[in-house]
């Protein structure tokens, strides 16, 4: 059993800051690291990644958030003010990614940036994202799983569960530090991103199992049923791409 204890916030003074926001925040500057340090190697403008960062930042937020408050409407729609209290917390991965990947990709094609290389190094800068962000959520004990004996467990009011937020923000972390040494060897764009589509899917589906108090249609989340179809189609783009190139690693 892990030792845990929520931090919803941190008081400095007279002001208190809450960690979820905290994190994500710090989950977004880790990202944009990433991707300034790969656009740099590919010799692409830097300043691109600055604009990028920021469509993802808004188009993300505004993804995850939309999609959360519908499937949690009949809370909402008592509290229409609660959905725009972002700092709270409460937004679905899923809902960020596919409204931040239409805005993005189509400042890749109005820019003419090679789009596959691009959202190789938006995989990286991603998974980096993913691993602070996932901190957040964490910290402040959102996405309790199911009740457990198993070591990873953590107490959560006098009962020990799974804290698949931790698994989530491993996930996140995993991608990157196996992913970022081979990067190099890896020629062929569009690997890495649809190694990304596989690894998360894939993890994402088993971590939504454990998961206690999400909303399910036939015992499955709205999000594993999204991992499914982006899982298949995660691995329908790597033989893609590697049938473009017979010697995708160097």
């Known amino acids: 059993m892990i030792p845990y204890h929520p931090i919803t916030e941190i008081p400095l003074g007279p002001v ?10 710090l989950g977004f500057l880790a990202a944009l690291l990433v991707g300034i340090a790969e656009t740099k190697r590919h010799q692409i403008k830097s300043d691109h990644m600055y604009n990028i960062m920021l469509l993802g930042i808004i188009f993300g937020m505004l993804g995850g958030r939309l999609l959360y408050v519908i499937i ?3 809370h909402y729609s008592q ?7 972002l700092w709270e917390g409460g937004a ?6 596919f409204l931040a990947a ?19 190094i938006s995989a990286l800068a991603i998974a980096a994202g993913i691993f602070v ?13 199911k009740v457990t004996d198993f070591v990873t467990g953590v107490t959560y ?23 970022w040494p081979l990067r190099k060897k890896i020629k062929t764009s569009g690997v890495i991103i649809s190694l990304f589509l596989i690894w998360y899917s894939f993890t994402r589906f088993f971590i939504d199992q454990l998961r206690d108090f999400d909303w399910r249609v036939y015992g499955l989340t709205g999000s594993q049923y999204l991992s499914v179809v982006i899982l ?19």
């Open 133 to 145: 962000g996932r901190i957040g959520c964490y910290l402040i004990g959102d996405h309790m799983g």
């Open 16 to 25: 208190s800051i809450k960690t979820w926001g905290l994190m994500v925040a």
């Open 72 to 74: 949690h409407w009949s």
């Open 102 to 120: 239409a805005a993005i990709v189509f400042y890749f094609r109005k820019h003419k940036l090679p789009t596959w290389r691009m959202a190789d």
């Open 92 to 97: 679905i991965f899923y809902g960020g990614f």
């Open 157 to 179: 009011y006098g009962e020990i569960r799974h804290n698949t937020a931790m698994y989530s923000s491993l996930v996140g972390l995993i991608f990157f530090l196996v992913i």
């Open 232 to 250: 298949l189609f995660g691995i329908y783009l790597l033989a893609q791409r590697l049938y473009r190139n017979k010697k995708p690693f160097a």
């Open 79 to 85: 509290n229409l003010i609660g959905i725009f209290k």
